[in-house]
């Protein structure tokens, strides 16, 4: 039986890719990507040769590629997984492929890397001994609401994915739900023109208010702690009262 290679890829720059993880996309006999035009990219900037099987595997075709990944393992074959930037299978294609290749009992090894979840709470400076990953929220202002409701009262530091074009609507939403708490914004992150803006929410809120965001956005927002959160009072006071 072959082996299933889940590999962490940069989010930004491309030179944060590890040693093992260039050797092995060298070696195995088959890549399944995300988009087949973005990966081989990364592997023409580093010297490594193509795989001789090359395909695609993204959100709306994942459950049939992973039926094709298990036929090649269980021909012997060897079979890279990656995505457009970080790990498969953390908000991006990934999970189906690696679950069935488990169910069926066939060897899957994963090569870490980078990852914008770490990247983003670590530059953010809010407390990192633990903290909840949420993905992307709701796009809907009933669900999204709903959706950051349910961690209101938890302790962890919170950490989101979200679209620059809705970036302002969710501070906007997490300032109603959770209270003027201390956040990060993260722009293009390890990319040549990366951005941190920290602040409290609503800082951040009248900040960012008609900024056009461009670029891969990860919002950091702290636990529910009286240490990170601003009050009514103190909010309307003002830094100059």
Not at 40 to 60: D, K, Q
Not at 75 to 91: D, F, I, M, R
Not at 183 to 199: D, I, N, Q, S
């Amino acid at each position: 039986m072959g082996t299933l290679f889940v590999i962490a890829t940069p989010i930004g720059n491309m030179q944060d890719v590890t040693l093992r993880a260039l050797e092995v996309l060298g070696e195995v006999d088959a890549l399944a990507c995300e988009d087949t035009r973005r990966t081989p990219r990364l592997l023409a900037r580093h010297n490594v040769p193509r795989p001789g099987i090359l395909f695609s595997c993204h959100e709306h075709n994942e459950s049939r590629v992973a039926e094709r990944v298990v036929r090649l393992l269980e021909e012997g074959k060897s079979v890279a997984l990656c995505t457009n930037a970080g790990y498969p299978g953390v908000s991006d294609p990934g999970y189906r492929v690696v679950s069935l290749a488990r169910e069926r009992g066939l060897s899957v090894e994963v090569l870490p890397g980078a990852g914008a979840v770490e990247a983003a709470l670590l530059a953010s400076g809010l407390p990192s001994a633990s903290y909840t990953f949420k993905g992307f929220p709701p796009r809907k202002p009933g669900p999204r609401a709903r959706w950051l409701e349910m961690d209101r009262e938890l302790p962890h530091t919170l950490v989101f994915f979200e679209s620059p074009y809705r970036a302002a609507k969710l501070l906007d939403a997490a300032l109603e739900v959770l209270g003027d708490r201390m956040a990060a914004v993260c722009v293009e992150l390890t990319k040549k023109f990366e951005r941190v803006h920290r602040g409290y929410l609503s800082e951040l809120r009248d900040a960012l208010a008609g900024v056009r965001i461009k670029g891969e956005v990860a919002v950091v927002i702290a636990g529910n702690h009286p240490k990170f959160i601003r009050s009514a009072e103190a909010r309307d006071e003002g830094p100059g009262d």
